[in-house]
């Protein structure tokens, strides 16, 4: 039997994840940067000119021009967070990396919170993934895990797949076990770590 390279792909260790965003100021950094590649601009007026303001926990900031304090928070997936982004960010990575999915329990024990708060994490990294799925139409060649479309009836596979991604006319799939999938290359990689896209 051929290998299965969807199964093989290469991914963030959890090592290498704790040394990307093992800390506080690593995670506000990672976030910065996904909010403001070019540097910090007023959601208001555009402008760049601002002062960093020590109020709260995170940083805020405060535009030059219209005087509009931003929160580096505000208006993501942690808005109005009281728990700390270490611990969104490792909520990201494992949901990230479970591949069949990650219950509010097993959330809990890995986290260290409640079972309310490890919900409702979960509940918001689910919504957020969905919302940014919705945004993606999956063209070309499109190889699909044998674990979500072989175990399913015939009948439902053509449904499921929509799960996965909104397929468009000219997609084609592939099974991991035809013989196209030894030579071709992989097109569609499922369960890769997003950081820090599916938080904005």
């Not at 030059?64 to 490792?90: E, K, M, N, P, Y």
């Not at 979960?122 to 699909?144: C, F, I, N, S, T």
């Amino acid at each position: 039997m051929a290998m299965n390279r969807i199964q093989f792909q290469p991914g963030l260790s959890l090592p290498a994840f704790l040394g990307q965003f093992g800390t506080e100021a690593q995670c506000e950094a990672a976030l910065e940067q996904a909010r403001w590649p070019e540097g910090f601009r007023c959601p208001r007026c555009g402008q760049a000119d601002h002062c960093l303001l020590h109020v709260g926990v995170h940083k805020t900031f405060q535009c030059g021009g219209c005087r509009l304090q931003t929160s580096l928070i505000a208006g993501t997936l942690f808005h109005s967070t009281h728990l700390a982004l270490t611990v969104w960010f490792l909520a990201i990575y494992l949901v990230g990396q479970a591949k069949t999915g990650l219950s509010a329990l097993a959330l809990k024990r890995q986290l260290g919170v409640s079972y309310l708060t490890a919900w409702l994490v979960q509940q918001k990294l689910m919504q957020a993934m969905a919302e940014r799925d919705a945004r993606y139409r999956l063209d070309g060649r499109v190889q699909v895990d044998d674990a979500r479309s072989s175990s399913l009836p015939s009948s439902t596979r053509a449904t499921s797949r929509t799960r996965v991604g909104a397929l468009s006319r000219n997609a084609t799939t592939i099974s991991p076990n035809s013989a196209t999938e030894r030579t071709s290359p992989m097109v569609f990689r499922p369960n890769s770590a997003i950081f820090p896209a599916v938080c904005i």
